[in-house]
């Protein structure tokens, strides 16, 4: 996505219209609305890439996620509703002067970045993993992860891209949801019995597409 | 000579062994955890060395602004003013006590204790936009000396250019104005803030370093600079950094009654190239310092000089889990001294010496809460009986600045602004010698260091 698009929906935003279809239309924005932006997006770009493909497993990769669920956890870091270890360390203070209009403008613009490309790993934690993504474990009552995230796990609305997201990252996510140092209310229910092979063996499967 | 080796002795003794950089006011600035920029203070992650290498002036607080009628930003600070504390007390205890230093025959105190050590007061963080500073004042509890530290006050300009958003690549260049070689660098492998990060202001130390270097004799606090640094995408980093003598206290304008003082200026340099991937980090470098200094101590500072050539290679490598952390730092340092001044003046017995430093640490901690490191370290050059001159505990019996040996340490956290630190340095050699180094009987192991530190920054 073109950074005038970005920044005719991030002063959409300020505007309380965010619409794509108003893009082609806010193209003037001001050279320090633009600085600003650009320069909120390189810090973002320390850790997790200024495309949104971070290079640690300990940041995600933002690329082609969801702009809702940028928003979303944005709002939850400056709010301080969502606490694990590293929402505290790091996003706490780096969401806390962010403007409505600023994450909205931040939102559409890592959501409009490439996704990152799918990685290998073990065939069996492959196979295992998909399993668990595609059908869930009915036996422990875990329902499939795609029913919410998408069948190519590409996300939907407030429900997270997963596909190409780092694999210790997924699995941390699991882990602090799970303990419920992150509030989630969905989730907490969903992967109250996974295991942890079973979290490693899907984790794996959703960085590798 | 015996009048240089006591005062690079006391030199050493004035906060030159040990670094202090775990700066709270930067958390407050940032409202960021200290796990953001160090992996245990003060040693820095990426992200820290993005922090430090953009200025100091990232920051999430609400912020007193003013404009003027074209709407150009006059004013940008924080609404809390970027100060810490940090306080250091210590306990040190020799092989062998120490002298007594006036009567003849006597021993000193078996062990000491420092309440404090050090107690610093930081300026550090934001200043104005792209400006920001690293200001150091610290008490020195051995010395009862209160006087600036370690400063860096820095200017930085982001750019983002190429691609179709303009941000496909990263440059930033900054100015750094600063009073001790590489206290301006990124990576733990420079002297400043390289390792050990604490050690034992009392115990002896090697009767010399290279310039560039930390130790005895070394330039930190004795120099004033500017300079200027890029860094591209997240990779590649150059920077020159011209020094003058700035030394605190003393005659001023600087006269004979100085020593080591920079004549004209000293070009300090520095490349390195940093690869990441994954949770790891990989840093190799070189870095420099070009010196011509008049002794002083009794001599005018006119006529010839000695002239000092440091050339340096580091490597660094970090890997950085959510449980465990494991560094990797490697740094030689090579002299080339030309003692035209020394000579004439009778500080030296040789027109030119040669100088190696070789420092390798290995550190290992779980959860930020517990670890440890182990280091091996070497000086060795050639033998100069007028420069290493025979002397009580501080000097060579037979001219050899020839030191080698290792540091065990071991960390306890129990947050991640204080650290409780048990240091073990033995000596395998001490100025050139293992026993009667000094010519007065004393052994290498006699200064085998026990340190114990308790590190508190808030």
């Known amino acids: 996505m073109k950074l005038h698009h970005v920044f005719a929906l991030f002063i959409g935003g300020a505007l309380g219209a965010i619409a794509a279809a108003h893009a082609a239309d806010v193209t003037d924005a001001t050279p320090s609305q633009i600085a600003a932006l650009q320069q909120t997006i390189a810090t973002c770009g320390t850790c997790h890439g200024v495309h949104g493909r971070s290079v640690s497993p300990t940041f995600p990769n933002l690329a082609a996620q969801t702009p809702a669920y940028i928003e979303a956890q944005l709002h939850a870091f400056k709010n301080q509703t969502r606490a694990d270890p ?124 | 000579m015996k009048y240089i080796l006591v005062l690079v002795f006391l030199a050493s003794c004035l906060g030159l062994a040990s670094p202090t950089g775990a700066v709270p006011s930067f958390a407050r600035q940032t409202g960021m ?246 949770r790891n980090s990989l840093e190799v470098g070189a870095f420099g310092l070009d010196a011509s200094t008049h002794p002083g101590a009794g001599t005018p500072l006119r006529g010839p000089t000695d002239k000092y050539k440091d050339v340096a290679a580091d490597v660094q490598y970090q890997f950085i889990g959510e449980d465990h952390f494991v560094t990797f730092l490697g740094t030689y340092i090579h002299e080339s001294q030309t003692l035209d001044a020394s000579i004439l003046d009778g500080f030296a017995a040789n027109d030119r010496n040669k100088l190696n430093t070789f420092k390798a640490s290995g550190e290992y901690y779980y959860e930020r809460l517990v670890g440890g490191s182990a280091s091996y370290f070497g000086t060795s050059g050639g033998s100069d009986v007028q420069l290493y001159a025979a002397a009580p505990v501080v000097g060579s019996a037979n001219g050899s600045p020839n030191s080698r040996g290792y540091i065990l340490e071991a960390d306890y956290l129990p947050w991640l602004n204080a650290k409780l630190q048990a240091q073990y340095i033995g000596y395998q050699r001490f100025n050139g010698g293992a026993t009667n180094y000094d010519g007065s009987g004393r052994t290498a192991s006699a200064n085998n260091t026990f340190y114990l530190l308790v590190w508190v920054a808030y």
Not at chain 1, 89 to 107: K, P
Not at chain 2, 65 to 81: E, F, W
Not at chain 2, 235 to 248: C, L, M
Request: hydrophobic share 40%.
């Open chain 1, 86 to 209: 590293d929402a505290q360390a790091y996003m706490w203070g780096m969401a806390s002067q962010l403007s409505d209009a600023t994450i909205s403008g931040l939102a559409v613009y890592f959501s409009g970045q490439s996704a990152p490309p799918g990685s290998g790993g073990n065939a069996t934690l492959l196979a295992q993993g998909k399993q668990i993504f595609a059908e869930g474990v009915p036996d422990r009552q875990i329902p499939a992860c795609a029913s919410c995230h998408g069948a190519q796990a590409q996300g939907n609305g407030p429900f997270p891209r997963l596909a190409g997201q780092h694999t210790a990252y997924l699995i941390r996510q699991l882990l602090v949801i799970q303990s419920a140092l992150r509030t989630a209310p969905v989730m907490h229910g969903v992967i109250k019995e996974l295991s942890r092979s079973q979290m490693e063996a899907v984790a794996t499967y959703l960085e590798s597409i």
């Open chain 2, 33 to 278: 955890a200290c796990a953001a920029c160090h992996t245990v203070f003060p040693e820095l992650t990426p992200f820290g060395r993005e922090f430090k290498l953009h200025g100091y002036v990232l920051d999430n607080i609400k912020q007193i602004t003013g404009i003027d009628t074209s709407a150009r930003q006059t004013l940008a600070i924080n609404s809390l003013p970027p100060i810490s504390m940090n306080v250091e007390i210590s306990y040190s205890h020799t092989g062998a006590p120490l002298p007594d230093s006036t009567i003849k025959g006597a021993l000193a105190k078996d062990g000491d204790l420092l309440f404090p050590d050090q107690v610093s007061l930081f300026y550090a963080g934001k200043i104005a936009d792209g400006l920001g500073a690293f200001i150091q004042l610290t008490y020195d509890g051995s010395a009862d000396h209160f006087g600036l530290d370690n400063t860096d006050i820095r200017y930085a300009h982001h750019w983002s250019f190429g691609g179709p958003n303009g941000n496909n690549h990263d440059l930033i260049i900054g100015i750094t104005l600063n009073n001790n070689p590489t206290v301006q660098d990124v990576w733990n492998t420079t002297p400043a803030w390289g390792h050990p990060y604490a050690s034992s202001s009392t115990a002896p130390s090697p009767v010399t370093s290279a310039k560039v270097d930390s130790g005895a004799g070394g330039f930190g606090q004795t120099v004033g600079g500017l300079g200027v640094y890029a860094w591209l995408d997240d990779h590649v980093y150059v920077e020159i950094t011209n020094y003058d003598a700035s030394i605190p206290g003393g005659a001023h304008p600087l006269d004979s009654t100085q020593a080591d003082v920079v004549n004209g200026l000293a070009p300090y340099w520095r490349v390195a190239y940093e690869q990441r991937w994954d």
